[in-house]
């Protein structure tokens, strides 16, 4: 949020949960207008009171006006009650569509990455979901009459008495051209404010997690000098705020206490030229001080807080639930072919970790079917992630189809690698939706010719077809259930290089081998991090990742010339010996 006010990724995302609201929006603007009347006729009724009433020896007609004026103020009542339902007509379908697009982003992220979705930054976004609600609420009830008001009485003072306008308005159209100035500020403070006071949580919380080894390394005095410059932070970013208000104060004097001010002064010159009666400079006073200053005053405070309130936490929600990357950022470009190209490949988790993979170099044709193998922790998950781009290399580059891996669009926005982890993520829904999931144009008769490849038209028979919901999929369907779904799920999607991190590790054998025979059969490349060895018997190619070293070739190959990977194959528990015939035959029993 560079200048403090509302970014444009912000005002999108409010616009577009605003859409919907147009007729709410205009009942609320007729109704503000009924609302205004009251401070439109409150300076016209007085002077009138007193000119034709009270000072001309008519005290039922002097009466009469203000009856009349204290009538309005029941109009306004009845009008602003009016407003409530249309009022909750636009704030509740905002909160939804909030709500909806911070949870969309954060499983078409999950999707995207292959992780598991982020509960906690869900938690935290639709809580500020919450916040912008109240807000706008807030800003509706407040902003609008506060505005009707103004215009109001801009209306009736200068309908009242011209000489007495000419003297109010120039300070309040002063005022009101800084105020914006003087509420950009106001954001950027309390912008820094919520900074320092986020350095305060994470320097504490970091310190009380690692308390026993500060204290071990003697590291007491560094963990409060952080905290106390945090702390130090959090305070000056404090007086900013309140120097802010302050400065805020500069519009109510100028914007509502000159105005009467000027009046008062000029009115021995103006009532001695004619230009104003007694009874029209009450009613100028009762404009500018019933009217004029309270409402300044309200805009100045509360108004400006909601505001800034608002511009801060939807800014913030645009760029954490990734409207900033849809709206701004440049779009992902497309490769070129799907071959894959690792070159030079270096990755530590941190810059101070012993690096995971060391110059790594790699080349994959399109089609190719790889099987990753090495021991427990090597870095076989690390190198799918970097392959789905879901981690960036520390040094080196990882290609698909000539462009960095980072740099394309996830498969659930038709990219063209798929990484399927381990966890298979099946959501309430119809199976149907599920299985669309990644490819929204997949046909039924796509879905039940994958389904019959990867043997699980039995389970949508149980299930009840495509059409079937789900309400609780982690109870109604097993773990391998739920990666046969999966697996169907990314069969059909647009991804050319299918990365499988022990996606079958909940399979049996047999079901495993007619997986990844299916895939390896599907136009584009499979790499497969071998959950049994089987896998890379089955696998054109397979690269061992054997600390530091790696070697590739075929099985056959590296079984006859290295060592370690005979070693690995030995060590690995006797698999059943699963061909493609056992796969054939195991279709025709209907496994
Ligand atoms: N997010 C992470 N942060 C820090 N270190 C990590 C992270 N993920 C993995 N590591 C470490 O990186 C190394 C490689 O892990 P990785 O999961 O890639 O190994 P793996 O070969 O897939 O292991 P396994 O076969 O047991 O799944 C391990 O030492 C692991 O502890």
Known sequence: MPDGMLSRDGWCLLRSGLRGSRHPMLRITAWSVVEATPSLASGLAV????????????????????SLAGMLFVVRAIAERATFP?????????????????????????????????????SRLTRQVEVVRLLTAALLRTARPLTGTLLATVVGLTALSPAAAALALPPLAFALAAFPYGLRRMARRRHALILAEELVAARTGAVLTAGRDINALGADDR????????????????????????AQ??????????????ILLAAPVLTAQGLLTTGSLVGAVTYVTGQLLPTVRALAGTLGVYWTQLAITLTRLAETAGTTSSATATPPTSPQGHDVAIDGLTFSYGPEAEPVLSNLSL??????HLAIVGASGIGKSTLANLLAGVEQPTSGTVRVGGVPAGELSPPVR??????????????????????????????????????????????????????????????????GERQLLVLARVYVSRARVIVLDEATCHLDPVTEARTELAFAARPGSL??????????TRARNVLLLDNGQVDAGSHADLLSRNARYAELVGRWRPPPFVTASHVKASRHRGV
């Open 47 to 66: 002077a009138a009171a007193l000119d034709q009433g009270f000072l001309a020896g008519h005290p039922l007609v002097g009466l009469g006006w203000l």
């Open 86 to 122: 249309h009022l909750a007509r636009v704030v509740e379908p905002l909160r939804d569509h909030l709500v909806r697009h911070v949870v969309t982003d954060t499983l078409h992220s999950a999707a995207g990455s292959g992780r598991a979705p982020d509960a906690a930054t869900v």
């Open 223 to 246: 963990a409060v000098a952080e905290i106390a410059e945090a702390a130090a932070r959090y305070v000056k970013a404090n007086q900013g705020v309140a120097f802010a208000g302050s």
């Open 249 to 262: 104060m500069l519009t109510v004097v100028v914007g509502g206490y000159l105005p009467v001010l000027a």
């Open 363 to 368: 080349t994959m044709p399109p089609g190719d």
């Open 414 to 479: 038709g990219g063209p690698v798929a990484l399927v982890p381990q966890e298979a993520y099946v959501f309430a829904g119809s199976v149907l939706d599920n299985l669309r999931y990644l490819n929204r144009e997949a046909t039924e008769a796509e879905l039940l010719r994958a389904a019959d490849l990867l043997g699980i038209c039995p389970l949508l028979d149980r299930l009840g077809g495509l059409r079937a919901h789900l309400t609780e999929p982690a109870v109604e369907l097993s773990s």
């Open 527 to 536: 790499i497969v991090i071998a959950h049994r060895i089987t896998s890379a």
